[in-house]
């Protein structure tokens, strides 16, 4: 079956690392994604992975995963008062051959305490 | 360029009213897609068109619910006879190139809220 799953909520101070773990179900899955929603705002792509790659890094932002275990994990070094949001991971599904459909989780919020 | 538009930003309706929702993609995005997201369901995906098609209509929850594309670019969703659990935010997508051997990045407009009274 599809299904992402995503811890609620996660509360931070600024200055600290966040870790913003997720499962997926589907091991075919090529990308993983994650994007950041601000509040009244649109989904922001943040990064992807590809699923032969066990790690990638990009400024502040580190993700990893252990395809073995279905697991993804952002983290964002130095957390900072802008970086509060929901963070959504996601895993590419091929539909029909023909594109992508992405399966979300339920978003993490992520707290930042000044 | 510019990113993907949707309008209206917010929509409230009655109970029994059809309503129209607008996407515009990225100019020169081939493949489109719609979600939605509600209170306690999440991010759901509905559709998606390759040009002006939509192969896989599996994802739209009742036939209350259609889409349309015209001349490879503008799509509106149609919810006809709203009800009040169709309340949500609509999002729409667009990527360039719906290959499978692609990042098939989305980029995803800011969504339309609608609330059905």
């Known amino acids: 079956g599809e299904d992402v799953e995503q811890s609620l909520f996660l509360s931070v101070r600024e200055g600290d690392s966040s870790v913003i773990n997720c499962t997926y179900t589907d091991s075919s899955s090529t990308y993983l994604y994650w994007y950041k929603q601000e509040p009244g705002a649109g989904l922001q792509l943040l990064t992807y992975i590809f699923s032969n790659m066990d790690m990638k890094q990009d400024q502040r932002l580190t993700v990893l995963l252990n395809k073995k275990d279905k697991h993804l994990s952002l983290r964002i070094a130095d957390t900072q008062t802008g970086d509060s949001a929901i963070y959504f991971c996601a895993e590419s599904i091929n539909l029909n051959g023909a594109t992508n459909k992405l399966i979300f989780g339920t978003g993490t919020l992520l707290a930042v305490q000044p | 360029g510019a990113g993907v538009s949707q309008s209206p930003s917010n929509k409230v309706t009655e109970k029994g009213k059809d309503v129209e929702l607008r996407c515009d993609p990225i100019?020169?995005?081939?493949?489109l897609y719609w979600y939605r997201q509600s209170l306690g369901q999440g991010l759901e995906f509905l559709i998606y068109f390759q040009g002006n098609s939509a192969p896989d209509k599996s994802g739209l929850p009742s036939d209350r619910f259609s889409a349309e594309r015209t001349g490879g670019s503008v799509s509106t969703l149609t919810i006809q006879r709203t009800q009040q659990e169709d309340s949500a935010v609509y999002l729409c997508?667009?990527?360039?190139?719906?290959?499978?051997?692609?990042?098939?990045?989305?980029?995803f407009g800011p969504g339309t809220r609608l609330t059905v009274l």
């Open positions: 100019s020169g995005h081939t493949a």
């Open positions: 997508a667009s990527s360039l190139v719906p290959l499978v051997s692609s990042t098939d990045t989305q980029y």
